[in-house]
């Protein structure tokens, strides 16, 4: 009994020592390096479903939605986002953005923990309607599996011509959902910019059918 006592003592140290190497480790390596060999902190990655996560310097990722459906939207009258705690999956959806009282439901670019919530955040100020990736966070994810949820989405760099393709694939879905939207359409084939806060013009259906055919996507 007394030797399983000692034997159970030698072996909790060196599970603590153990313990204490790997947090002394991470102290002095740094949450900056949390990305090295898979991604640079401060790149911003986008999802299909209009999405997108920043990683930072913390180890966290920040969410938000990209400038594409921020246009569409035109602002946000509310946001409800995923308590901190959370685990969620890339392509899962987890938080909505209200706008003239519709709820446009999101998904997350990643897969992992809900960490905190930006409590400040306003979409509806001209900086975060500039620059959305930047002022326009929304919520903070600890990633998992970051390696995994990165190969399928792009970097903001590389998204320059998926954004241009969105653009014609909106402006095709405006012109089929509606005669309203004919000239829209047109002038956006044209190399022309769609309206901002267009979504209100939307009928119930074609509000729908944006949803799932733009921000469903896995």
Same mark, same amino acid.
């Given at each position: ?31 900056? /390096? +949390?990305?090295?060999?898979?991604? !640079? $902190? #401060?790149?911003? *990655? ?6 997108? @996560? ?72 001209? /900086? +975060?309607?500039?620059?959305?990736? !930047? $002022? #326009?966070?929304? *919520? ?6 970051? @390696? ?71």
């Amino acid at each position: 009994m007394v030797f399983l006592l000692v034997l159970l003592t030698i072996v909790v140290v060196i599970c603590v020592q153990q313990l204490a190497r790997v947090i002394e480790q991470h102290r002095l390596v740094g949450p900056a /390096t +949390a990305f090295r060999g898979i991604a !640079a $902190a #401060g790149q911003t *990655f986008v999802h299909e479903g209009h999405t997108w @996560a920043r990683l930072d310097t913390s180890g966290e990722a920040k969410i938000g939605i990209d400038h594409f459906l921020m246009k569409v939207l035109g602002g946000a009258d509310r946001v409800s986002c995923p308590a901190p705690g959370r685990i969620v999956s890339q392509g899962e959806r987890i938080f909505s953005v209200w706008r003239n009282g519709r709820e446009v439901e999101l998904v997350s670019p990643i897969e992992g923990v809900v960490v905190s919530l930006n409590e400040s955040a306003d979409l509806n100020t001209e /900086t +975060a309607k500039k620059d959305p990736y !930047a $002022a #326009g966070w929304l *919520f903070s994810i600890r990633p998992r599996n970051l @390696a995994e949820s990165l190969s399928h989405v792009r970097s903001l760099e590389q998204a320059a011509g998926w954004f241009d393709s969105e653009v014609k694939r909106f402006s095709t879905f405006l012109v089929e959902g509606s005669v309203r939207y004919a000239g829209v359409g047109a002038t956006m084939q044209d190399g022309g910019q769609y309206p901002a806060g267009i979504i209100e013009k939307m009928g119930e259906e074609q509000f729908k059918a944006f949803q799932r055919r733009f921000l469903s996507r896995i």
